[in-house]
Structure formats: C-alpha cells, structure tokens
C-alpha cells in the first residue's frame, strides 16, 4: 500500500512511500513525509528505522539486504540500541555485498542470514512474546526523529547533540555536528537536519565540486566568447593593440576551462574514488 500522507497499521499491509518521500512509523501510524536528505536519499533506511526503534522498541525487527554504501547502517545500530532485531543478508549472498559489509563491520548485528533463512527466522520472532517498547530512547535518536518530523531544534540542542564541526553540509552549506555515540568515523547532521556518514559525506562533497568546476567552465567559456567578439569589433575599428590584447585574454580563458574540464574528465571523482571504511577486529 503506498501511503500518501498517514495511515492506520493493519496486519498484513505492506506499506511504501511516494517517491521521493521518508517513509515513518510511530506506535499507530506509517506516514510519508518530504523530510531532509539522509546520506543524500530520499527515502532513506536510515530515517524508517530510526523512527521505528524510537517509537517500538523492542517490538521492531529491521533487516539490511543488498545494496551500496551504508544507508540504513546507523538506523540499524538505533534499533538495536532501543532494544530491537538487527539481521543483515549474508554478504556472500549479496549481489551489492558492500551495505551488509558496512552493518556487520559497524554494528552488533543479532544473525547473519540467507534470504531463506530471514523469512523463517521472522516467522519464529513474530510468533513469540516480545516485551513493552522502551521507554528511555537515546536523546540523540529522538533528536534526529523530530528532525524528519519537522521539529527543528535550536542551536542549545543541537551543541548538547554532538560537537561542531568545521565542515559544511553539502546539500545546504550549513554548519556540520558531528552526533555523539554514533559511527566512529562520524555521523554529521546539519541543523536543516540533512545526516551523513562519512562516505555519504564525501560523495556529496565531490558532487558539489565537480558542479562547480563544471561552472567555472562554462564561466570560463562564456568569457572566452566575449573577447572574441570584443576582438573582432576592435580590429572592426582598426585597433590592432586592442585586438591583440583581447585574443590573448580569450586564449587563456580557453586553455584555463580545457585544464578544469580535463581535471574533471579524469574520473577523480566516480563513485569508485569514495573510500570505504577500514574493517576494524
């Protein structure tokens, strides 16, 4: 069932968001929401479980199946945090093994399963006596919960969330905190409430770069194409000195745009550039 804006949990509903909404629970309800970006997706793994684990404890079970990067990683570590199921797909089962390399690496997974093994393994959890959902959820999952839910907190809130950073979010060019009690290698959320890891955080780095190269380019050409207007109207008029002078700015705008555009075109940065964590253990 897509849901549209919020709707009532029934049994035996599966429920998806529009594109390009976060999908969220509470103890009642699923809602869809056009929220911020996490780890530059939309929905995002991460916001659901997030969400879940803060508001059913340990009634939820969420597992990570194939896929890239690490959306999902940290939702996963809340829900075993609130006192939930974690289980990953088996990496050698995987046909995109690096998202349940980076939860196993990350967080203290409950089972490590095949496909087959999940679904039986959800039939034996949902069949037996679970206790009441916790009550004492982390502050900084809470936190980020109200951020998908619209609740901006006020800088008091976010410096008692983690420590600010330098850094600046890729999506909104705002100030970074890096939130406490999360992925050693950081976990950074914008007071707009756009979140990343660090991968997530340097793909959206070489994203906004390689936009502003391309810009610088274009810039760059656009200014070659006016001088050489300008040089032709000069040497219209007789002004050879001019000319010259023109002719030569518009080669250097030229040769700078072809060293960007060539800096750009040597693939520095694809997706295969990004860094993968180091294994730990």
């Not at 029934?10 to 699923?30: A, D």
């Not at 997706?41 to 479980?49: C, E, G, K, V, Y």
């Not at 619209?150 to 809130?157: K, N, S």
Request: aromatic share 6%; with cysteine.
């Amino acid at each position: 069932m897509q849901v549209t804006d919020r709707a009532i949990f029934r049994p035996g509903v599966i429920y998806v968001p529009p594109s390009n909404h976060h999908l969220l629970v509470n103890r009642t309800e699923v809602a869809a929401v056009f929220g911020p970006r996490e780890n530059r997706s939309r929905p995002s793994i991460d916001t659901l479980f997030r969400s879940a684990a803060a508001y059913n404890g340990t009634r939820v079970i969420a597992i990570l199946l194939t896929g890239y990067l690490n959306d999902g990683v940290n939702g996963l570590a809340a829900v075993k945090q609130c006192g939930g199921v974690a289980m990953v797909q088996s990496p050698q089962e995987a046909d995109a093994p690096d998202l349940p390399e980076n939860a196993i690496r990350q967080v203290d997974v409950d089972q490590v399963l095949t496909l087959e093994q999940v679904a039986a393994e959800i039939r034996r959890i949902a069949g037996a006596p679970v206790d009441q959902p916790v009550v004492n959820v982390p502050e900084e999952i809470m936190e980020e919960v109200k951020f998908s839910e619209h609740q901006v907190p006020d800088l008091d809130r976010m410096d008692a969330l983690g420590d600010r950073t330098p850094y600046t979010c890729p999506e909104c060019g705002g100030t970074l905190w890096n939130v406490k009690g999360r992925d050693p290698a950081g976990h950074y959320v914008c007071h707009t409430g756009h979140s990343f890891t660090i991968e997530s955080f340097l793909s959206g780095q070489a994203e906004v770069i390689e936009n502003s190269l391309w810009a610088a380019v274009r810039y760059l050409q656009e200014r070659a194409n006016v001088l050489k207007k300008l040089s032709t109207d000069a040497r219209t008029r007789g002004k050879e000195s001019t000319t010259a002078d023109f002719e030569q700015r518009m080669d250097e705008m030229k040769k700078h745009a072809l060293i960007i555009r060539r800096f750009i075109m040597s693939g520095i940065f694809s997706a295969a550039d990004t860094p993968k964590p180091a294994a730990t253990g």
